[in-house]
Nanobody, 124 residues
Framework: VQLQASGGGVVRAGGSLRLSCAASGSILRINAMGWYRRAPGKQRELVAVATTGTMLSDDSTNYADSVKGRFTISRDYAKNTVYLQMNSLKPEDTAVYYC??????????????WGQGTQVTVSS
């Protein structure tokens, strides 16, 4: 399984960016897809995660308090892709963003996979 992330860049405060991450390979089921970030000198933190429920209506999303109301995570199930729409960006959102997915390649096992990081820089 591979995760390919894209969409980072440099933007002014108040601007927007959209990150994408596509999963490929031996995938039976994607249990969750999300985004983490690591700012300089800080630990990696969860930004947002989208979890697959038993039924579509059970799917859920969770966000870090610092991004609630500004970031939106969404998924394209047909494309095994997760997006992170980031609006009203702040300088403190500057970080390397990493895509993460929990994927089952068999009915009995699942693993976490990481994409390559993508840099997001927000200038004041």
């Amino acid at each position: 399984v591979q995760l390919q992330a894209s969409g980072g860049g440099v933007v002014r405060a108040g601007g927007s960016l959209r990150l994408s991450c596509a999963a490929s390979g031996s995938i039976l089921r994607i249990n969750a897809m999300g985004w983490y970030r690591r700012a300089p000198g800080k630990q990696r933190e969860l930004v947002a995660v989208a979890t697959t429920g038993t039924m579509l209506s059970d799917d859920s999303t969770n966000y870090a308090d610092s991004v609630k109301g500004r970031f939106t995570i969404s998924r394209d199930y047909a494309k095994n892709t997760v997006y992170l729409q980031m609006n009203s960006l702040k300088p403190e959102d500057t970080a390397v963003y990493y895509c993460n997915a929990q994927i089952s390649d068999s009915p009995w096992d699942s693993s976490h996979y990481w994409g390559q990081g993508t840099q997001v820089t927000v200038s004041s």
